[in-house]
Each structure stands twice: as structure tokens, then as C-alpha cells.
């Protein structure tokens, strides 16, 4: 028998494609479709770049649906238990044989020159390439917060072109590295479910801080159509949340890169917009609430035609919450306010320093007073029906003297805070949504009550201790002592019942644990522990001549 010698094979050097496009994907199998579509479609050359997507749990397994189609480009499709993005992506990125990493979202759509459009840029020297992402052409079908999103790209896009840096953005809906730079920085974070990209950026931003803004670009070439499908609001909200828990566990870990601090978005919103977000850290239980009431009203002014108006409150409603995952996270408004002003320390704005901290402290206050009104409101909702307690927020939502009490608190936020036209537009609200005219210098200390509400008139130099019940009708007001001639207004000791329809006058003082009964007109000192009442009602005939009947 011949004996057959097999020779060893010559070394073949494996081609290794360029570019290595990265994605993962959850229980989008419809969309994958379209957009492999679009990837096929490249006008580079199919060899020098591969597609690995990453199925990160999908409730419906997306590889059997992609490998029933054929593709003209390497592709393989990596199936794994859901662990989030920054898993997924890393994985993929691990097995990934370009050297530059391009990562988009699953719910994308990319133009023919998509993936040179990115090459190129690497070709001119960036290392990151963060990439137009663009509205899908009927984005004016889409829910408001959709809009809004999309409406924050093109303002960042403008700024881009405008040629300001890209510092402190970052996002992997449609970005490219090289995988290199990702292992040297040490790639995702898999312990974060939200923020993951934004936290890398933050390593690449210290690791190429020295290589100028040629290293890190924006590019509206190369740029992606987004598609997506988010439509409940519930999913809205809750993302914002979990963004600001997120967000402060990164500021933590980057200490010292002062722009991951959740606090520095304070200095990037509107002025106006400062006050509901520092008040929301100090009462996050009603946050909540206010976020979801927030983007209601948003929706029903997008449907009056007002889309920036809409636009512009939809962004104060994602603050709202957001603000509250920081608190979430933070544990305690004590802590909250160490966070600030840790933030505040890093800073180089003293005076943009000084007036948060004052807001912080305004905060505090503003919680200590509604606390006290709220535990107030539910002991007297607590006898009322035999000591079946309610929520704080069924107590306001069904208590209109709370809701009052509620305006006035904001008011003296506002006040505290230096923002006096602001207190008296709140004062106007009051006025016109709950008819009770109240002044918004009044001295009104926490825990009080009123009842009803209507009518009540509380003048600007009046003074009320804590404690005290003040019914509808109810008119405290400035007034000329007859004996001594000097001017001023009421002063109420601590748990002072003024009765409906009471009116007090001048600079007088009610001492503690006095009545008002109904009716009472008072133009004089009470000592503590006293009872007024109107002079007793005189009853006569009527006189059937002057008054006839009817």
C-alpha cells in the first residue's frame, strides 16, 4: 500500500474586516428586518466590515427570524439572558474583529454611506465620533415626549455646527470608536441599567482630554433615522426616574469630572425651571404627582397647537422625576443637600453657588412647612372618620383649603428664593382659582388649617403662629388702633380658631388657644385662652306694613 504523506497547509492570514458594526436588541424583531435592509444596502465594500448583534433576552428569539433570510455581509447573532445594554454591548464588542466600533440602537434606520460616513472621520483623525441621530418623517405623530427628545438633538446638532465642543455628550445610538481606545478605558460599565454610555463617555473624555477637539467629534454625515417605538408614558417616567438614580451613582464614581454630577443640570435649565426641581428633592413623594400631572398638562397644551410651549413643559416634567431618582438615591434631603454642595464645591461659579444654596435651604423650608400642614390636615381627616387615616396625597387632592395652603408654601419659596414676581403670580392663582386673596409677605407658620377656604383674605404684614384653624370668609387685614392710632395688622398666637366670616383689624395680637366664633369683628387685643363672639342676635316682629308678604 502507498503510504500517503499529508503535508501541512500553508498559513492563511484571515482578512480582517475594517469596521465592526455593534448592536443589541430586545423584542424588536420587526424593525431588526428594516434596518439589516438598510445595512445591506452600504455602499462600502461587504468585506471590510461585519454586523454582530447581540440578543439581549428577547422574549421571542430574534436569530431564527434572522437567519431565515439571507444577508450579503458577515453577520452573527449572539443570544443571551437579559443583563442590560452595557452587557450586551460589551459582549459583542469583545468578539467584534474591526478595529473601529461603530454602535447604534436597534430601533435605527442608516443611510446608504453610513458606515464610510463614520470611517472617514477616523480617517481624519477622531477618535469618537458621536452621529446625527434624526427624527423619523411622521415624528409629528408621535407623543410629546417623543418630540421632545428629538427636539433636543436638533438643538444639539445646531450647536455642533455652531462649532461648539461636544464635551459632556456622549450617547451609543449611533456612535464609533476604536476598540482599542474601549479596551484601554476598560469598556462598559455592566453594573449600570441606565447611563452606561454615558459613563464611558466620560472615560474617553479623560482618556483623549489631551489630543483636542479633533479627537472627539460630532458628524451630521453620518447620521441615523430613529424609529422609535416608545408610547406609554408609564415607560417615560419610569426611564427618567432610573435616569437620575443612574446619573448620581456615576457623578459618585467620576467625582472628579464635576459635569457627571446630576447637580450640573441644574445650571443647564431654564431659571424658571430650578424651583419644581430643587422643591422635588425636598419632596419627592409629590414629585411624582407633579410629573405625571406635568406631562398631562403638556399633552392637553399639544393639543391646543402650543408644541414648543409643550415641548418646553414635557422637559420640566422629565426634570421632575428625574430630581426625584436623585433623591431616590441620595437616601435622605440631608443627604441630597451634602451631594450639592459637594457639587458646589468643584464649581468656578460662587455666585451661581450661593443663590442654589440659598434655593436649598428655601427647600427645606418649604418641606418642613407642607409636612406640618399635610400632618395637620390628616389629624383633623383622622377624627373626622374615626381614625381612619389617608395618603398625603389623597389628603390634597380631596382637602381645598390644603391646596391653598399649598400656593402659599410655594409662595414663600418663591419668595425666599428673591423671585417676588413669581409670589405674586402664585398669589394671583390663588386668587382666581380658590377665590382667597392672600398676600404673599404674610408671615404664616407652618401646620396650620384652613377650612373651606373661600373668601379668605390675609393681608401682607399679617402674622399667623402655628397651629391655628382659619375658616372660609375669614378677612385678617391692616387696620388703625382707635386709642393710640398706630397702624398695622393681626398677629396670631399658636392654635387660634377664627371662625367663618371673622374679620380681624389693625395691630392687634390674639394670644394662643383663642376662639373667633363666626361672625366676630375685632379691632382689639385678645389674652391668650379667650372666646369672642358677636353680640347675640336680636329678634323682633316684622312689621307687615312696611314689609308685605310675598
Not at 441630597?336 to 434655593?359: C, F, V
Not at 399649598?406 to 382659582?433: A, C, E, K, P
Not at 336680636?538 to 307687615?544: G, W
Amino acid at each position: 500500500m502507498t503510504q500517503i504523506i499529508l503535508q501541512p497547509l500553508p498559513d492563511i492570514q484571515e482578512k480582517r474586516p475594517l469596521v465592526s458594526l455593534v448592536l443589541s436588541t430586545y423584542n424588536r424583531p420587526d424593525g431588526l428586518g428594516e434596518l439589516l435592509a438598510a445595512i445591506g444596502s452600504q455602499t462600502m465594500n461587504r468585506e471590510d466590515f461585519e454586523v454582530i448583534i447581540v440578543d439581549d433576552g428577547s422574549k421571542v428569539p430574534v436569530k431564527p427570524i434572522i437567519d431565515s433570510q439571507p444577508h450579503p455581509f458577515n453577520l452573527t447573532v449572539i443570544e443571551q439572558e437579559n443583563g442590560g445594554q452595557a452587557i450586551a454591548r460589551h459582549r459583542g464588542i469583545q468578539l467584534a474583529k474591526g478595529e473601529l466600533i461603530i454602535i447604534i440602537d436597534d430601533d435605527m434606520w442608516v443611510p446608504d454611506d453610513f458606515i464610510e460616513a463614520h470611517l472617514r472621520c477616523h480617517q481624519q483623525r477622531a477618535r469618537v465620533v458621536l452621529g446625527d441621530i434624526r427624527p423619523t418623517r411622521d415624528i409629528a405623530k408621535r407623543p410629546i415626549f417623543e418630540r421632545a427628545q428629538a427636539y433636543q438633538f436638533a438643538r444639539f446638532g445646531e450647536r455642533m455646527k455652531r462649532g461648539e465642543p461636544a464635551k459632556g455628550n456622549f450617547w451609543t445610538g449611533n456612535v464609533s470608536f476604536r476598540k482599542s481606545d474601549y479596551e484601554l478605558v476598560g469598556g462598559f460599565d455592566p453594573s449600570l441599567r441606565r447611563s452606561e454610555d454615558k459613563e464611558l463617555g466620560i472615560r474617553f473624555e479623560k482618556l483623549m482630554g489631551h489630543l483636542g477637539n479633533e479627537a472627539r467629534v460630532w458628524s451630521e454625515s453620518a447620521y441615523v433615522i430613529h424609529n422609535s417605538d416608545h408610547d406609554q408614558k408609564h415607560f417615560w417616567l419610569n426611564r427618567s426616574f432610573n435616569y437620575g438614580i443612574y446619573d448620581s451613582r456615576i457623578g459618585k464614581k467620576h467625582h472628579d469630572f464635576s459635569d457627571a454630577n446630576p447637580w450640573s443640570f441644574i445650571f443647564k435649565v431654564n431659571p424658571m425651571s430650578r424651583v419644581p426641581l430643587m422643591m422635588t428633592v425636598a419632596a419627592p413623594s409629590v414629585a411624582k404627582n407633579w410629573s405625571a400631572w406635568t406631562l398631562s398638562i403638556a399633552e392637553q397644551i399639544d393639543k391646543l397647537g402650543a408644541e414648543k410651549a409643550a415641548i418646553a413643559i414635557t422637559t420640566l416634567a422629565y426634570g421632575l422625576n428625574y430630581f426625584r431618582g436623585v433623591r431616590e438615591e441620595a437616601g435622605s434631603l440631608k443627604q441630597s443637600i451634602q451631594d450639592m454642595e459637594e457639587y458646589l464645591r468643584k464649581i468656578d461659579t460662587p455666585e451661581s453657588g450661593a443663590q442654589l444654596r440659598n434655593w436649598a435651604a428655601a427647600a427645606v423650608k418649604f418641606k418642613v412647612r407642607v409636612a406640618a400642614d399635610v400632618a395637620k390636615i390628616r389629624n383633623r381627616h383622622r377624627i373626622q372618620h374615626d381614625g381612619q387615616d389617608a395618603s398625603s396625597a389623597k389628603v390634597i387632592a380631596h382637602d381645598v383649603g390644603l391646596q391653598i395652603l399649598l400656593g402659599v408654601r410655594l409662595m414663600q419659596f418663591f419668595r425666599d428664593t428673591g423671585q417676588s414676581m413669581q409670589s405674586n403670580i402664585v398669589s394671583r392663582m390663588i386668587r382666581h382659582l380658590y377665590a382667597a386673596d392672600i398676600h404673599p409677605d404674610a408671615k404664616i407658620e407652618p401646620g396650620i388649617s384652613i377650612v373651606h377656604g373661600n373668601g379668605v383674605v390675609i393681608g401682607g404684614d399679617v402674622t399667623i403662629g402655628k397651629g391655628c384653624i382659619i375658616f372660609q370668609n375669614a378677612t385678617l387685614g391692616d387696620g388703625r388702633d382707635p386709642i393710640t392710632g398706630k397702624t398695622g395688622s393681626p398677629t396670631l398666637g399658636e392654635n387660634v380658631h377664627i371662625g367663618p366670616g371673622s374679620s380681624l383689624f389693625g395691630p392687634i395680637t390674639v394670644g394662643a388657644n383663642s376662639k373667633l366664633m363666626a361672625g366676630t369683628v375685632l379691632v382689639e387685643s385678645l389674652p391668650p385662652n379667650s372666646r369672642a363672639k358677636p353680640a347675640d342676635t336680636k329678634i323682633s316682629a316684622r312689621d307687615d306694613k312696611k314689609h308685605p308678604a310675598r
